[in-house]
């Protein structure tokens, strides 16, 4: 079991930027992909971003490509977003998920564990 953990969120004026933190833990760090997901009140969960379990490759949501930049430390079981040039669009509630390498499927598909998630508060 993957227990995730984010952190980092907060309230910002538009054109800022922030990271997100989502440290993992409770199992072997890089057999997972990591993701990033968003909810927006009364919107449904979107996928932001993802990086495979390398950090070889990574994927990005049409409306944060440019902006955002997903990383990975296997060393410190850490995955990042770095969100720049933020707009009140980006405000949602930020989740970390996690993808054991030996399920199949599209990138931004599978995700089996979630963290609690971190509030993104863009003012304009």
């Known amino acids: 079991q993957v227990q995730l953990v984010e952190s980092g969120g907060g309230l910002v004026q538009a054109g800022d930027s922030l990271r997100l933190s989502c440290a993992a833990s409770?199992?072997?760090?890089?057999?997972?992909?990591m993701g990033w997901f968003r909810q927006a009140p009364g919107e449904e969960r979107e996928f932001v971003a993802a990086i495979i379990w390398s950090g070889g490759s990574t994927y990005y949501a049409d409306s944060v490509k440019g902006r955002f930049t997903i990383s990975r430390d296997n060393a410190k079981n850490t995955v990042y977003l770095q969100m720049n040039s933020l707009n009140p669009e980006d405000t949602a509630a930020y989740y970390c998920?996690?993808?054991?390498?030996?399920?199949?499927?599209?990138?931004?598909?599978?995700?089996?564990?979630w963290g609690q998630g971190t509030q993104v508060t863009v003012s304009s």
């Open positions: 409770g199992g072997t760090f890089s057999d997972y992909a």
């Open positions: 998920a996690a993808r054991s390498v030996f399920v199949s499927g599209r990138y931004y598909e599978g995700f089996q564990y």
